[in-house]
């Protein structure tokens, strides 16, 4: 759990901040909205305390934050591929061994 104090930073990097515990929700609000710059990765909010699922799509209490929810989550490895199309028509070939993420805007 983070429980630094944000203010001193300009930057706050939040790769895989898959489970959001305590106040790290509003806190990354405030360091926002302080003027602050907050860049996480696929899965960031996914569960909350104690690994229960938001009852809204990933990334849970930081939808808002970022703009941006998740819709959608698969795995592929390394012999598969997936064909990915945004709802604005944008088309891409994924061939990976890692996560998924499709998300919208």
Not at 27 to 37: A, E, H, N, P, T
Not at 59 to 85: K, M, N, Y
């Amino acid at each position: 759990m983070i429980n630094r104090d944000l203010s001193r930073y300009k930057l706050v990097i939040a790769p895989m901040l898959y489970m959001l515990r305590g106040d790290i929700a509003e806190r990354l609000y405030d360091f926002v909205q302080k003027g602050g710059v907050v860049v996480a990765t696929y899965l960031t909010g996914d569960r909350g305390r104690q690994r229960s699922v938001f009852q809204t799509d990933a990334p849970g209490p930081l939808r808002a934050l970022f703009g941006i929810w998740r819709e959608e989550q698969d795995i592929f490895h390394a012999d598969q591929s997936g064909l990915v199309q945004a709802v604005d028509g944008m088309r891409w070939d994924c061939r990976a061994s890692l996560a998924v993420t499709i998300s919208r805007t």
